[in-house]
C-alpha cells in the first residue's frame, strides 16, 4: 500500500495525477500507518500537492486538502515549518477558506512543539497574516487563528512577539475592520489573560484590555451586552478577579445595575450584568458579593418576581448558579419569606411556562435542593425541606406529572429534580408514603429513550448509595432499587416463548 502512495505522489509532483488518481490517493493516504507516510514523503511531494492548490477548480482542492491534512499530521512540526515556510504562507493568502484553515491548524500544531515555536516567532509576516486572518468572513477561519495565536501566547517569548512587537499594531489595525472583527480580538485577548498573572500583565500593559472596559461602561447598550460576556470570562479565574476589583470594574458593573432602573434600554444588557455577579458570587464567596452587592440580589429577586419571560429565565440560571453551594444556600435562606414565595412562583413556572423556561426552572430547582452528604446537617436538611415544600401544594406529584409528559428534556429535568432530592433522609420518607412513586421509579417501560433511561439509572444510583436508604425504603425495595442497578440503565427483561404445535 506504501508503494502505491508514493506512486500516486509521484505522478502528482510531475502534475501528471488526474483528479480521479487524487480521490484514490486521498483514501490510500488514510489506510497507510504514520510511520511508513514519514518514511517515504519528499520535499518534492509535498511542495507538489501545495502546488496544486493553486487551480481553480474546488474539488481537486478539496482533495488536495485531505491529502495533505493526513500527511503533514504524520510530520514533525519542526519538519513542516522548516521546509514548508513558503507553502505556508501562501496558503494563509489563498482565497479558499479550507486552505487558509489548513495551514493556520497546522500552524497551530508547529507552535505546541517546544523546538519548533522558535522557528514560529521568527517569522513575523507568517504571524502578521494570521493576525489579518481574524479579519475574514468565515468564522471558521478566524477562529482557527484566534486559537492559533492563543497557542503562541502560552509562552513568554510568545507574549512578547504579540504584545511587544510591531505585531500589536497589526492586532490594533485588523480590530478596525468592523465591531465583529472587534470583538473577536478581545475574545482572544480574554483568552491569553485567563492563561496567568503574567499574560493578563502583557494584555493590560497593550491597552486592550481598557479598550475592552472601556466600551463595556460606555453609552452602548448593544455594545455592553457583548462585552459584559468577555469580561465574565475574565472573572473566571483568581487573577482576572483581582484585577477588575483593583481597576475598579465591579463597582462600576454594580453601578450601572443601579441606575439601569433609570434606562428604558437596560433590558438589553441587564441579564449579562447580574449573570456576571451570578459567576463571581460562585467562584469568590456568595456572602461577600452579595454583602458588598445588595444591588445584585436586590435585582435577581425583581428579575424573578417580573412578567417578563427572558428576565424570569436569567433570574432563575443566576439563582441556580448562586444555590449551587452551601454558601450560596444560606444567603438566599437569609432572604427569608421572599424567597419561600419565590419559590413557589419558580414551582408555578415548571408547570405552567413556555418549554424552554420550564427546562431552566427544572435546571435551578435541582441545583437549589442538591446537599453532598457530608454536607447534610439538620439545619440544611430542615431547609432544603422547607424549600421543597414551598415550591408547590404537591411537589412530589408536580415533578412527577412533569416526568410523564411526552417531551424528553422535561422528562430528564424532572428526574433530575427526584436524584438532587435523592440521597436526603426527608425526600426518601416522602417517596415511600407517595403511594406508586417506587414502583415509577423501579419501572423501566416509562422510559422511552437513551437520555429518559440514563437520567432514571443515575436517580436509581443517588439512592443506592445513600446511606439511610436501606432504612428507610426497607428490604424489599431496596433489593429492587439494587438489582436495577446491577442490570444497567438499558437491561430488557427477556420474555420466553412457547412453540404451539400447529401454530401460525
Given amino acids: 500500500m506504501a508503494e502505491a502512495v508514493v506512486e500516486l505522489l509521484e505522478r502528482a509532483a510531475r502534475r501528471e495525477a488526474p ?4 480521490r484514490a490517493l486521498r483514501l490510500a493516504v488514510q489506510a497507510v500507518p504514520p510511520a511508513a507516510l514519514r518514511a517515504r514523503l519528499s520535499d518534492d511531494h509535498l ?75 521568527n517569522s513575523p509576516e507568517l504571524l502578521r497574516q494570521i493576525i489579518n486572518c481574524i ?22 517569548d510568545g507574549l512578547e512577539a504579540l504584545f511587544v512587537s510591531s505585531l500589536l499594531s497589526d492586532l490594533k489595525n485588523v480590530m478596525a475592520t468592523n465591531d465583529i472583527v472587534r470583538y473577536r480580538v478581545y475574545e482572544l485577548i480574554v483568552e491569553i489573560s485567563s492563561v496567568s498573572a503574567d499574560s493578563l500583565n502583557y494584555c493590560a500593559n497593550s491597552g486592550l484590555i481598557s479598550e475592552l472596559i472601556g466600551e463595556l461602561t460606555g453609552d452602548d447598550v448593544l455594545v455592553r451586552a457583548t462585552c459584559i460576556e468577555m469580561v465574565t470570562s475574565l472573572a473566571h479565574t483568581p487573577h482576572g478577579r483581582q484585577y477588575l476589583a483593583q481597576q475598579g470594574i465591579i463597582d462600576k458593573i ?58 424570569i429565565g436569567v433570574a432563575v440560571d443566576t439563582l441556580g448558579i448562586l444555590g449551587s453551594n452551601v454558601e450560596g444556600k ?25 418549554t424552554e423556561l420550564r427546562l431552566r426552572c427544572l435546571d435551578a430547582i435541582s441545583s437549589l435542593l442538591y446537599l ?29 406529572s412533569i416526568s410523564t409528559q411526552p417531551f424528553p428534556d422535561l422528562h430528564c429535568g424532572a428526574l433530575q429534580v427526584f436524584t438532587a432530592i ?13 403511594p406508586g412513586f417506587v414502583e415509577y421509579v423501579v419501572d423501566r417501560s416509562v422510559e422511552p429513550d437513551k437520555a429518559s433511561k440514563d437520567a432514571k439509572y443515575e436517580l436509581v444510583k443517588a439512592l443506592v448509595n445513600s446511606k439511610t436508604i436501606a432504612e428507610i425504603f426497607g428490604n424489599q425495595y431496596y433489593l429492587r432499587l439494587r438489582a436495577y442497578l446491577r442490570e444497567g440503565p438499558y437491561y430488557v427483561k427477556a420474555v420466553s416463548t412457547t412453540a404451539v404445535e400447529g401454530a401460525e
Fill in 330 to 354: 444560606q444567603v438566599l435562606q437569609k432572604t427569608r419569606s421572599r424567597f419561600q414565595n419565590l419559590l413557589s412562583r419558580i414551582g408555578h413556572q415548571a408547570k405552567n411556562a413556555p
Fill in 254 to 311: 454594580s453601578n450601572i445595575i443601579v441606575g439601569a432602573e433609570s434606562d428604558p434600554f437596560s433590558g438589553f444588557y441587564l441579564p449579562g450584568f447580574v449573570k456576571f455577579f451570578g459567576n463571581l458570587a460562585v467562584v469568590d464567596s456568595p456572602q461577600q458579593i452579595c454583602e458588598r452587592y445588595p444591588v445584585f440580589m436586590e435585582k435577581v429577586f425583581e428579575m424573578a418576581e417580573s412578567h417578563d419571560p427572558t428576565m
Fill in 422 to 434: 435523592a440521597n436526603q433522609p426527608w425526600a426518601q420518607k416522602l417517596m415511600l408514603d407517595t
Fill in 135 to 156: 479579519g475574514g468572513e468565515k468564522i471558521a477561519v478566524a477562529k482557527e487563528a484566534i486559537k492559533s495565536l492563543s497557542r503562541i501566547a502560552q509562552t513568554q
Fill in 19 to 22: 483528479l480521479e488518481e487524487l
Fill in 372 to 400: 453532598p452528604p457530608e454536607q447534610q446537617t439538620e439545619d440544611l436538611l430542615r431547609m432544603t425541606e422547607s424549600w421543597f415544600t414551598s415550591l408547590s401544594s404537591q411537589p412530589l406529584e408536580l415533578f412527577r
Fill in 47 to 121: 511542495g507538489a500537492l501545495f502546488a496544486l492548490l493553486s487551480v481553480n477548480d474546488r474539488e481537486q482542492v478539496s482533495a488536495c486538502i485531505s491529502i495533505l491534512e493526513r500527511l503533514l499530521q504524520a510530520l514533525d512540526p519542526l519538519y513542516v515549518i522548516q521546509n514548508l515556510r513558503e507553502e505556508l504562507q501562501k496558503g494563509l493568502f489563498h482565497p479558499d477558506d479550507s486552505v487558509k484553515i489548513l495551514t493556520i491548524s497546522q500552524v497551530g500544531r508547529i507552535v505546541e512543539d517546544s523546538d519548533a515555536v522558535t522557528e514560529i516567532l
